[in-house]
């Protein structure tokens, strides 16, 4: 739109340039306003008749609308100058008919700054939400990561010691193996000699009779 604004703008001003050109002129020596009429594209100059001549004036529209009446004067060069003025008036509606979608476009770039800059402002903040989260949850990490280790350790720690409990059990436990082989042993050898025990006290018995005996046979 600003480039078509620009265009126009410069149209504009060439076509005032040459109406000014086109007045010197008549001023200087007078133009021919036929061939100035013909040369007013777009524009049509009839003459309706009359004494003198009644110059009407009119907008070509195209096949699609109606052709539109500019003015009726008895002097062409008065129909040629209205004809250059409606169209410098047609160009300037133009170019305000260019301008108001191009403000309308400024206002909505301007909206779509300040909704931008709110919605930046809001994920700025949405973001700091979010790292002050993301830190706690960190914190988090890190205090059940130390937890963690220091559950390993302690399991570590029991793990070994069960491992000196279980070498005591077994050593403990092959103590008392040789204890009882040795109470065994022992158990054994009281058997034998209460064995030896009896046999002795048998044979004393059978000697103290005999004793007996060879005293009362004295």
Same mark, same amino acid.
């Given at each position: 739109?600003?480039?078509?604004?620009?265009?126009?703008?410069?149209?504009?001003?060439?076509?005032?340039?040459?109406?000014?050109?086109?007045?010197?002129?008549?001023?200087?020596?007078?133009?021919?306003?036929?061939?100035?009429?013909?040369?007013?594209?777009?524009?049509?100059?009839?003459?309706?008749?009359?004494?003198?001549?009644?110059?009407?004036?009119?907008?070509?529209?195209?096949?699609?609308?109606?052709?539109?009446?500019?003015?009726?004067?008895?002097?062409?060069?008065?129909?040629?100058?209205?004809?250059?003025?409606?169209?410098?008036?047609?160009?300037?509606?133009?170019?305000?008919?260019?301008?108001?979608?191009?403000?309308?476009?400024?206002?909505?770039?301007?909206?779509?700054?300040?909704?931008? &800059?709110? *919605?930046?402002?809001?994920?700025? /903040?949405?973001?700091?939400?979010?790292?002050?989260? +993301?830190?706690?949850? $960190? !914190? %988090?990490?890190?205090?059940?990561?130390?937890?963690?280790?220091?559950?390993?350790?302690?399991?570590?720690?029991?793990?070994?010691?069960?491992?000196?409990?279980?070498?005591?059990v077994f050593r403990l436990t092959t103590n008392l193996h040789?204890?009882?082989?040795?109470?065994?042993?022992?158990?054994?050898? &009281?058997? *034998?000699?209460?064995?030896?025990? /009896?046999?002795?006290?048998?044979?004393?018995?059978? +000697?103290?009779?005999? $004793? !007996? %005996?060879?005293?009362?046979?004295?």
């Open positions: 739109m600003t480039k078509i604004s620009k265009v126009l703008v410069v149209f504009v001003t060439v076509a005032s340039v040459s109406f000014m050109g086109v007045a010197f002129i008549n001023l200087r020596g007078g133009p021919n306003w036929e061939a100035e009429a013909a040369k007013m594209t777009g524009y049509v100059f009839e003459n309706t008749g009359g004494n003198p001549p009644v110059w009407k004036v009119t907008v070509r529209r195209g096949d699609a609308g109606q052709p539109t009446d500019v003015t009726t004067t008895k002097v062409l060069a008065e129909a040629v100058v209205a004809a250059r003025n409606d169209r410098l008036t047609r160009l300037q509606a133009e170019i305000a008919a260019a301008t108001e979608p191009q403000e309308d476009l400024r206002n909505q770039i301007g909206t779509a700054k300040r909704l931008n &800059r709110d *919605h930046n402002v809001a994920m700025t /903040n949405r973001e700091n939400e979010l790292a002050e989260v +993301l830190k706690g949850i $960190n !914190q %988090q990490a890190d205090a059940q990561t130390l937890q963690g280790l220091q559950l390993a350790r302690r399991v570590r720690e029991i793990s070994d010691e069960a491992a000196d409990r279980r070498e005591d040789e204890i009882q082989t040795d109470r065994y042993q022992i158990e054994e050898q &009281r058997r *034998h000699l209460q064995d030896w025990l /009896n046999v002795m006290s048998g044979v004393l018995d059978r +000697l103290e009779s005999r $004793n !007996q %005996q060879l005293s009362r046979g004295n």
